[in-house]
């Protein structure tokens, strides 16, 4: 159980187009879905906070207008990279919180998103 | 504000021979602690977590934790170490008040044949 996907696995875009990736939580229902980025050899860093039904909580320092967060369903959330820039190149990773008598326990990881942007 | 440390970038390890992957933690209040790895090009897989109970914590692949209070350590092991085991290996603190992750740098375990 606790599965997790994404898609695409792999895009490969010019510069200045938009590129959406979607996560889906599998086999449970997630109110809050994650979306890391994590650049070769480091840690993951927090990019945003989705809630379902509601405006996504962005950390400081990420664009809002720039990566769009969408949670439309307990199950799907999409991030596009809107105008993609060489520089917007990672590995974009999400994750869903597992809820467990009301609080958000577990984190699950989707498998990744490799973009790059030409 | 929360946070967890992983001192190692790296550890190597004979295969068979035991493993240890270190963590500290930095909480206020009780902690939720979390092992995770990742494999190259993947996401992250769920190992172990502590909660409450028991010091010791055993989850997937023959891993466990030792939740140690005192040293805020929460130090992930493995009696014999496989060449599968090679990957990244990250440690994770859960913050409550901001409902979010905070993650350590990562270690990288190398298991040598």
């Known amino acids: 159980g606790a599965v997790v996907s994404q898609h695409p696995s792999r895009v490969i875009c010019k510069s200045g187009t938009s590129v959406k990736i979607e996560c889906r939580s599998l086999?449970?229902?997630?109110?809050?879905m994650f979306w890391y980025r994590q650049f070769p050899k480091q840690s993951l860093m927090l990019m945003a906070t989705s809630n379902e039904g509601s405006k996504a909580t962005y950390e400081q320092g990420v664009e809002k207008d720039k990566f769009l967060i969408n949670h439309a369903s307990l199950t799907l959330s999409t991030l596009t990279v809107t105008s993609a820039h060489p520089e917007d190149s990672s590995f974009y990773i999400c994750s869903a919180s597992l809820l467990v008598a009301g609080v958000q326990e577990t984190q699950y990881f989707g498998p990744g998103t490799r973009l790059l942007v030409l | 504000a929360q946070s967890v440390a992983q001192p190692e970038d790296q550890v190597n390890v004979a295969e068979g021979n035991p493993l240890t992957v270190k963590c500290t933690y930095s909480?206020?209040?009780?902690?939720?602690l979390f092992w995770y790895v990742q494999y190259p090009n993947r996401g992250l897989q769920f190992l172990l977590k502590?909660?409450?109970?028991?010091?010791l914590v055993k989850g997937s692949y023959g891993f466990e934790a030792e939740f140690n209070k005192s040293q805020t350590s929460f130090h992930l092991k493995k009696p014999s170490a496989l060449v599968s085991d090679s990957a990244l290996y990250f440690c994770a603190v859960r913050d409550f008040d901001f409902n979010k992750f905070y993650f350590g740098s990562g270690t990288k375990l190398n298991v040598k044949p």
């Open positions: 502590y909660i409450t109970g028991d010091n």
């Open positions: 909480v206020s209040g009780n902690p939720y």
């Open positions: 086999d449970f229902q997630a109110t809050t």
